[in-house]
């Protein structure tokens, strides 16, 4: 069954470094999507991406993140100056289609900010 | 508007009960009703999904009642199993949140043998 494959699992970074997070979506979906889980917490929407631009955000995605889709494989997600509160699960997720269902989400990476 | 309240936060049944977890909403115009499942260290997979016209879905031993007028909705797991131990999340979206989903606060099922 194809998969959203994100790396790295686990990321550790020093506060106010920037990071990328990667993602390879399902080769044929068209519909991308990035969300966020704080530990014990319920899963957020970030942002979504169709035609190479931001489709919609929220208001958790403020001006210290981005996302480029660089190669027509991946799709990132940088978030320029980290700061603690940043320290999360981050869930990539794509669909092939306008409808919602299709959603297949990846297994996350881990971002701990130190 | 847009938020969606799961209950309860926690859950534990043994093997071979009935788990029951309830959604409400608060935004009509949400017309997708999904649960996820989650396993520690993945990401959530697509468990089973309703749209309002009906009022009842079942997939196997996992069931959606939906009660369009009270603006809730419910996920039953038959004949619970010790590898039904997971986190459950409740979602919602519709045309005017886009595609985005809107979760529930989860709610962590633990299935006694």
């Known amino acids: 069954e194809p998969e959203v494959t994100q790396t790295p699992s686990h990321q550790v970074t020093q506060m106010g470094q920037e990071v990328i997070l990667r993602c390879v979506p399902i080769s044929n979906h068209l519909y991308f999507y990035w969300y966020r889980q704080i530990l014990g917490q319920k899963v957020e929407f970030l942002v979504s991406f169709y035609n190479n631009e931001i489709s919609e955000k929220s208001e958790i995605f403020d001006d210290q993140f981005s996302v480029e889709r660089p190669d027509g494989s991946n799709f990132t997600l940088k978030i320029r100056s980290t700061k603690l509160e940043d320290s999360a699960m981050y869930f990539c997720?794509?669909?092939?289609?306008?409808?919602?269902?299709?959603?297949?989400f990846g297994s996350g990476t881990r971002l701990t900010v130190v | 508007q847009q938020q969606v309240k799961q209950s309860p936060q926690s859950l534990i049944v043994q093997k071979g009960g009935i788990s029951i977890i309830n959604c409400a909403y608060e935004?009509?115009?949400?017309?997708?009703f999904p649960w996820y499942q989650q396993f520690p260290g993945k990401g959530p997979a697509l468990l089973i999904a309703i749209r309002p016209d009906v009022s009842e879905k079942k997939e196997g031993r996992f069931t959606i009642s939906f009660n369009k007028s009270a603006k809730q909705f419910s996920l039953h797991i038959m004949d619970s199993q010790p590898g039904d131990s997971a986190t459950y999340f409740c979602?919602?979206?519709?045309?005017?949140?886009?595609?985005?989903?809107?979760f529930g606060e989860g709610t962590q099922l633990t299935v006694n043998p």
């Open positions: 935004n009509t115009a949400f017309d997708y």
């Open positions: 979602a919602a979206s519709g045309e005017t949140s886009g595609s985005r989903l809107t």
């Open positions: 997720a794509s669909k092939r289609g306008l409808i919602v269902i299709g959603y297949t």
